[in-house]
Nanobody, 124 residues
Framework: QVQLVESGGGLVQDGGSLRLSCAAS????????LGWFRQAPGNERQFVAT????????YAEDSVKGRFTISRDYAKNTVYLQMGSLRPEDSGVYYC?????????????????WGQGTQVTVSS
């Protein structure tokens, strides 16, 4: 069993930055891949970024690559999403997820555990 708790969301202006954190609990969480997804009202949940158990990363190419950075701290069992040059279209609820395969995945169905989400709002 893995529990995920996101934090760090909030209101930021267009062009600003935020860092999201996701604290994971569970004995073997270091073996999991961890990912970030987001969902805007009326839209499907969308892949943002993922990091494998070995630290390899992948990003949603068109929408966030070059602006967002995912990282993880194995000692703290925490994954981060550093977001820069934020745009209004980045607004939504950001969810952290854990995949027991340990491999990078862009598909939400591959993930086994989910956090409750944290709201990010970018004002224009």
């Amino acid at each position: 069993q893995v529990q995920l708790v996101e934090s760090g969301g909030g209101l930021v202006q267009d062009g600003g930055s935020l860092r999201l954190s996701c604290a994971a609990s569970g004995r073997t969480v270091s073996m999991y891949a961890l990912g970030w997804f987001r969902q805007a009202p009326g839209n499907e949940r969308q892949f943002v970024a993922t990091i494998s158990r070995s630290g390899a990363t992948a990003y949603a190419e068109d929408s966030v690559k070059g602006r967002f950075t995912i990282s993880r701290d194995y000692a703290k069992n925490t994954v981060y999403l550093q977001m820069g040059s934020l745009r209004p279209e980045d607004s939504g609820v950001y969810y952290c997820a854990a995949d027991r395969s340990g491999l990078r995945s862009r598909t939400s169905d591959e993930y086994d555990y989910w956090g409750q989400g944290t709201q990010v709002t970018v004002s224009s």
